[in-house]
């Protein structure tokens, strides 16, 4: 039993709630079980008198708030429409030189293979040449140019799809960890995606080996200089 040693005659040293903290009752378990709640019915029947009144009458155990927002508030209207695959622009067919836009690679020149179920594109650099490896872009994001590489030879297996680009959820670290540099370890690549790399960019380098400047033009990146007239720069 924690008790306070008086200081003088009815006075502790410590309070009642001090002395109530060193018992420590609050910590232990609680063994009394909570009574189960009754759930109240939504209407009680009351009998009314009176010659006009008689009977009986069903009234609410809530009774209705009296005050009522000013303004109504809109519910959203529930869409039926369902996201479908984008069209794909007429000026974007397979073999394709791309610009890209927006993102890590942006300002590079890749050559695009084929549009994905989620209607992404899947380009390529090819690596060797550019160091963009497959990559998921969407069409708003690039500048179709004339130029065309011959990938008739060239087959994307099934693999590569849009499960192939997601990414693997691993366990988070703490934030004190990061802090002290714990848990940064670098992942390898896989060897899986590195061997599907080099197979799809494979026919790709042939056929861009087979013209001559072709592979120049995809290494080198592409940007705009002061003076320049977008609206009027054909690609």
Known sequence: ???STPISRNVGRL???QVAAKRGLHK???TGAAAP???APAHTEKTVGGKGNGGKRLIPTQKASKYYPTEDVRKPKVSRKVAGKAALRASITPGTVLILLAGRFAG???VFLKQLDSGLLLVTGPFKLNGVPLRRVSQAYVIATSTKVDIAGAKVPETVNDAYFAKSKSGKNSKEGEFFGEGKEKKEFPAEKKSEQKNVDAPVLEAVKKVDNLAKYL???WGLSNGDRFHELKF
Do not use: P
Request: charged share 50%; no cysteine.
């Open 219 to 221: 290494k080198a990146s």
């Open 15 to 17: 309070s009642r709630s």
């Open 37 to 39: 709640k009754q759930e």
């Open 28 to 30: 232990g378990k609680k």
């Open 1 to 3: 039993m924690a008790r």
């Open 108 to 110: 590079r020149r890749v």
